[in-house]
């Protein structure tokens, strides 16, 4: 649940309620579920793996090897845990601007959300994993940027258009609903 494999790739929709808890809950209990996050990435890539598992679990071997690498919890966790801190702060900074309760502050710091955990997740990649990688996709370092660069304009940029939207449409229902608002503010 929460993952949508797409040949070397999973495509992530579970950020999302890491996301609506990173603003109307706090970065505390958006950065808990976002850990939560990260573990079912783990669990995910250790007991299903993709071609790709090895960037998230360090049970899954690097392309040729016979082990994995203890720096695929970085990757797994780290990214994930941002997810349920930043979109807060975003919405924060945005509502210095934005006096009332905008749809807009919800729809960008989904998007912000959203693209924190793309951009996090890869740039680790690049950074901890990028021979392996260019291996399982059979190019040289320069086709990695390219792929790279691709998932982030099309998977990425999808992702994160899909989460402003949802955010956007629960946050403002649930912060409408007045017993729900009123239970949001006596947690924070």
Same mark, same amino acid.
């Given at each position: 649940?929460?993952?949508?494999?797409?040949?070397?790739?999973?495509?992530?929709?579970?950020?999302?309620?890491?996301?609506?808890?990173?603003?109307?809950?706090?970065?505390?209990?958006?950065?808990?579920?976002?850990?939560?996050?990260?573990?079912?990435?783990?669990?995910?890539?250790?007991?299903?793996?993709?071609?790709?598992?090895?960037?998230?679990?360090?049970?899954?071997?690097?392309?040729?090897?016979?082990?994995?690498?203890?720096?695929?919890?970085?990757?797994?966790?780290?990214?994930? /845990?941002?997810? =349920? #801190?930043?979109?807060?702060? @975003?919405?924060?900074? %945005?509502?210095?601007?934005? &006096?009332?309760?905008?749809?807009?502050?919800?729809?960008?710091?989904?998007?912000?959300?959203?693209?924190?955990?793309?951009?996090?997740?890869?740039?680790?990649?690049?950074?901890?994993?990028?021979?392996?990688?260019?291996?399982?996709?059979?190019?040289?370092?320069?086709?990695?940027?390219?792929?790279?660069?691709?998932?982030?304009?099309?998977?990425?940029?999808?992702?994160? /258009?899909?989460? =402003? #939207?949802?955010?956007?449409? @629960?946050?403002?229902? %649930?912060?409408?609903?007045? &017993?729900?608002?009123?239970?949001?503010?006596?947690?924070?």
């Amino acid at each position: 649940m929460g993952y949508i494999q797409l040949g070397l790739i999973k495509a992530t929709i579970i950020h999302v309620p890491v996301i609506i808890a990173s603003i109307l809950l706090g970065p505390k209990r958006g950065a808990i579920l976002g850990f939560v996050f990260g573990l079912t990435s783990f669990i995910s890539n250790t007991t299903a793996p993709v071609v790709s598992s090895f960037v998230f679990t360090p049970f899954a071997n690097l392309p040729g090897e016979t082990h994995g690498s203890l720096l695929a919890l970085i990757t797994c966790f780290v990214p994930r /845990i941002m997810v =349920g #801190v930043v979109p807060f702060y @975003v919405y924060q900074l %945005l509502a210095r601007f934005m &006096k009332e309760k905008n749809i807009v502050r919800y729809v960008i710091s989904g998007i912000i959300g959203s693209l924190t955990n793309t951009i996090l997740v890869l740039g680790s990649i690049l950074l901890l994993f990028k021979d392996a990688y260019a291996k399982i996709n059979q190019v040289n370092t320069t086709g990695l940027y390219k792929i790279i660069g691709g998932i982030i304009f099309t998977n990425g940029i999808i992702e994160a /258009i899909v989460a =402003g #939207v949802i955010v956007s449409l @629960v946050c403002r229902s %649930l912060m409408s609903n007045r &017993k729900i608002e009123k239970m949001i503010e006596e947690l924070n």
